[in-house]
T-cell receptor, first 115, second 115 residues
């Protein structure tokens, strides 16, 4: 069975600094995808970035990058130049590429950006 | 604009009552999903459907039922058998074809409470 672990319930970062949100995963499926979503206080889930298990390079999307270490089964999200609007819950999720293809989520990290 | 519409935004259930949460998408997606989110936690899969007229139980299906009579619609019924229905419910959809990096798109959610 898949499992996602986010060990940081809450994080603080100063505006304009970079922050890393940790995510480790466990799966026996050789093919899978890793996703990060942002959830503001309003509740909607906003897709940020994706990393495939066979991707050779770390994914980047604007200020978001994913530090993918396959041997360690980790997929940490790095947010550069933090902004006040980045304050939200962040969820790491995994999808196996066979079977039901649903997402398995971690418990999330609440990020607060301070001015 | 294409997207997922969930209604109502807030819903209250009386003891012994069944309630139905609506989820409609105009993204032409084949796969649809229902997740439950409890305060401070990640999302857990209730039911999913990969194709019209077919659906499967997720990890926490007890006390819930679904139907998938149309591609665009995937309503979730919270039955009286669900003894702790208070939660935030999120509907999602995804294309089954194309790139494997296609993320799930989420609706804005329904907050369900017991009266």
């Amino acid at each position: 069975a898949q499992k996602i672990t986010q060990t940081q319930p809450g994080m603080f970062v100063q505006e304009k600094e970079a922050v890393t949100l940790d995510c480790t995963y466990d799966t026996s499926d050789p093919s899978y995808g890793l996703f990060w979503y942002k959830q503001p206080s309003s509740g909607e889930m906003i897709f940020l970035i994706y990393q495939g298990s066979y991707d050779q390079q770390n994914a980047t999307e604007g200020r978001y990058s994913l530090n993918f270490q396959k041997a360690r089964k980790s997929a940490n999200l790095v947010i550069s130049a933090s902004q006040l609007g980045d304050s939200a819950m962040y969820f790491c999720a995994m999808r196996e590429e066979t079977g039901r293809r649903a997402l398995t989520f971690g418990s999330g990290t609440r990020l607060q950006v301070q001015p | 604009d294409g997207g997922i519409t969930q209604s109502p935004k807030y819903l209250f259930r009386k003891e012994g009552q069944n309630v139905t949460l609506s989820c409609e998408q105009n993204l032409n997606h084949d796969a649809m999903y229902w997740y439950r989110q409890d305060p401070g936690q990640g999302l857990r899969l209730i039911y999913y459907s990969q194709i019209v007229n077919d659906f499967q139980k997720g990890d926490i299906a007890e006390g819930y039922s679904v139907s998938r009579e149309k591609k665009e619609s995937f309503p979730l019924t919270v039955t009286s058998a669900q003894k702790n229905p208070t939660a935030f419910y999120l509907c999602a959809s995804r294309t089954r074809t194309g790139n494997v990096n296609q993320p799930q798109h989420f609706g804005d959610g329904t907050r369900l409470s017991i009266l």
